[in-house]
Structure formats: C-alpha cells, structure tokens
C-alpha cells in the first residue's frame, strides 16, 4: 500500500505513535503534527496539502544539484541490478568507491589523497578523531591526545561527534562526553567583537584562542584542532579573512593537526570544490557528506591528508576501525554521478562567479535594511540573516530565538523553507539556484519580515 491511500491526519498520527524525530520535543511534536513532505523537483519542494516551497535549505545543506534528478535514479539502479553491496573489509573493493577516491583526490586540496567512508558526516568525524588519534600513537607520542574545538560548533550526533561539538544543550543530555576534547571561542564578530575592534583584528583574538588553549595543555598534549570552515548549525559564522590563516600557522607552529569539517562547506557551497580552497588551507583531514550525493544517498567521505597517510603505510599497524557501509558501492555510484553534474553544469564555477556574488549583492540590497535585520552575511550559496529588535544596540526579542521563529513560520506560511538557529535566519540553497530564484527568495523572505514585525509589534 502506497502513502497515497492514506489522509494526512492518518499519516500524522502514524508518525506521532511510532516515529522518533531528530531533534525534536516529541511532546510538542504530538500537539502541532508533523508537516509531510511528499514531493519535490527542482529548487522546490511539496507537501501533503499541496503546499509548494522553495527549499532555501537545500534539504538540509545537501540536495546540491536540485531535487528530480533522474541520472541519480538511474546510476543507483544499474548499480543495484550489478553489485547492490559488497563490503570493502578483508583486502576486498568494488569498483565504485575506487573511482569515487580518484576522483575526490583530484578535486580536494593538493596535500589530501586518500578516502575513509562512512554513511554520515557522524560517523565521518568519528572516523578523524579515531585517525588523528591513532596517528599519534602509532607516532610515539600517545600523550596527544587533546583536541581543540569551538563553541558553538556541530560535529554531529554520535557520542564523538557530540563531544566533539560545542552545543552545551547537547552536552548536558550527554552527560559525560569523550573526554580530552575543549572549546574555545567562535570566530563570530557580530556577537563578540569589541566595540572599535576590526573584523581583522577579532579573527585575530579568536585565533589566538586556539594558541591559548595549545599553551595551556601543552603542545605535547595537543593532537588537533577541529573547525568548521564556517559555522553552519551554529548560524552560519563566516570567519574573518585573518582567522583561517593565522589558526594554521599557530597549528603548524606546536605541531598540531589541522581538522576540517566540511560537511555543509564541501562540492561547492562557497564557490569551490572545499571551504579549504576558498580559505586556502591544507588541512590533515576533511570531513565530507551531505551534498556529495547531494543528500540523493547517505555517504561521508573523510578525506585524508598525506602527513597521516604515509605514517599509516609506513609505520603498519591494523587501523581497527570500519563500518558496515564503508564505501557503499550504491552510494559511492551516485556520489560519482553527482559529481560530474556538478562538474558538467559548472555549478562551481556558477556559484563563485555569478550566483554568490548575486546572492551577497540581493541580501544587502534588499534585507540588510529591514527593520528587524541587525547583519546580513553571506559566502557562496550560505548566509544568514540576524533578527533583532534594535539595529543599533542589537538588541534581540525576548524569549530568545521566538522572533526567528515567527520569521520562518510567515517564510513557510508564504512559500519559503527556510531555518531559524537561535536569533539567525539561515539559507543554504540547492547551487542549481539562479538570479530568478535568488529574487524570488529574496521578495518571499522579505514579506516574511514584513508580516513577522507587524506580529512582534502586537506582542
Ligand atoms: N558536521 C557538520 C558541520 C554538520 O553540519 C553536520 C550535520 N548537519 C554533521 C557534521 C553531521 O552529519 P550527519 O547528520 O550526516 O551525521
């Protein structure tokens, strides 16, 4: 029986008697029901009402060549018919996860060659910390052992990954992290600069952090340091142009290695294959997922520079330590599809030259002068939008993160998918976006502003 012989309010009461949400208060969930999502092509997606929206989230940071794509469909289906799995322990491989590596060593940073693979950007960041870990021992140093994080960061959902984040909500739930892993600040000037303090000045401070926390423990002790490019869940925090350079040369300076986690910022978002590119950094590792198959597959890749690698090959030594669906020959055939339609549509390129650009030039043009709008910022196909109550004092509403929600609730109300992460808007559209859709975006966001103010007066 297909989903269409049932009614919406069936299906909500299925879903709220047996399905367990990602991140969710199920008791609220009981009340409101959930939205169905049943359909989508292009740049849009569908409800079970027949509500159409244009997915200014991309899915979730991945659907990164659109949704309705039936080359995707069709590399999963020959695959299937061929090899639907074979598993790559015991010296075993199957063909696709080979030429997926070939491939993503041609498009990653000139230091980094070689794949792990796992099913999810977890699992992937599980994978670099068990590496980066074990890279120090079997180099004779397994005093270090201590990473160096953010606040605020997102790493994912396993217990590593969690441990490895900086959510304190996701701590608390925790309740006992894996331990050895600290937090210094974000590199986020809008909420933390001083008053007179430069953009370039503040990524200094922020780098500096990391360099404390090095210090503190000792750089004996410190095996790596873990950052997104540009904080995603977090609130899209793009950091100033000083930060990367100077967190990589105090890096390189105590011998401590360079983690990236590209799960949003990978296959295009900021305008290159990998944040690292557009900042110009040679990490030790880079964890990818989402829009590698743009999100059509679950598939993380964690790339791995050639430091870690040659140690491997040198030293020997089994790395214990796989999944399952390590290099999922159905995945990996997407993934490799995917990425020659990014490559073919030149969606890169797009997004750097035309589309990016474009996108900065709409927001600051059209929302940045909203009343309820304290920043706008935006890199490649990511921004965000600041809610507050006064520009000037950036002040924000109260209860915290409520006036966000108000402006999501009138954006979805009006056709517009986008998230609300505390008092920040954030947008991460599918790259196949154009002009036409960044102005349609940018008319539907700002009624949403419109109607959201005139809420939040009444409040
Ligand atoms: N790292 C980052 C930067 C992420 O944004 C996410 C997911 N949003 C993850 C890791 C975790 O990925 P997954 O949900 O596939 O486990």
Known sequence: ??????????????????HLHPFTDHKELREAGSRIITHANGPFIYDSEGLELLDGM???????????????????????????????????????????????AEIAPKNVNQVFYGSSGSEANDTALRLVRHYWVIEGKPEKNRIISRKMAYHGSTIAATSLGGMDAMHKQLNGAVPNIVHVMMPYAYGLALPGESDHDFGLRAAKSVEDAILEAGADKVAAFIGEPVMG???????????????????????????????????????EWFAAQTFGIEPD????????????????????????????????????????????????????????IIEQEGLVERVRNDTGPYFAKALQERIAGHDLVGEVRSIGLMGAIEIVKDKATKERFLPSGSAAVTVRDHAIANGMMLRATGDTMILSPPLIWTRDTIDMACERIGKALDLAQADLRKR
């Open 285 to 340: 590792t880079i964890t990818t997922a989402k829009a590698l198959t743009s999100g059509y597959q679950p598939l993380s890749a964690l790339l791995v520079g050639d430091r870690i690698t040659s140690t491997l090959v040198e030293k020997g030594g089994e790395f214990n330590h796989g999944y399952t669906y390590s290099g999922h020959p159905v995945a990996c055939a997407v993934a490799l599809k995917n990425l020659e």
């Open 58 to 104: 991309a899915g979730l940071w991945c659907v990164n060549i659109g949704y309705g794509r039936d080359e995707l469909a069709e590399a999963a289906y020959a695959q299937m018919k061929e090899l639907p799995y074979y598993n790559s322990f015991f010296k075993c491989s199957t063909p696709t996860p080979v030429l997926l590596s070939k491939k993503l």
């Open 233 to 271: 869940a977090g609130g899209v925090k793009i950091p100033p142009a000083s930060y990367w350079p100077e967190v990589q040369r105090i890096c390189r300076k105590y011998d401590v290695l360079l983690m990236l986690d590209e799960v949003i910022t990978g296959y295009g978002r900021t305008g």
């Open 1 to 18: 029986m297909t989903y269409q012989n049932y009614s919406l309010k069936q299906l909500q009461q299925i879903d709220a008697a047996h």
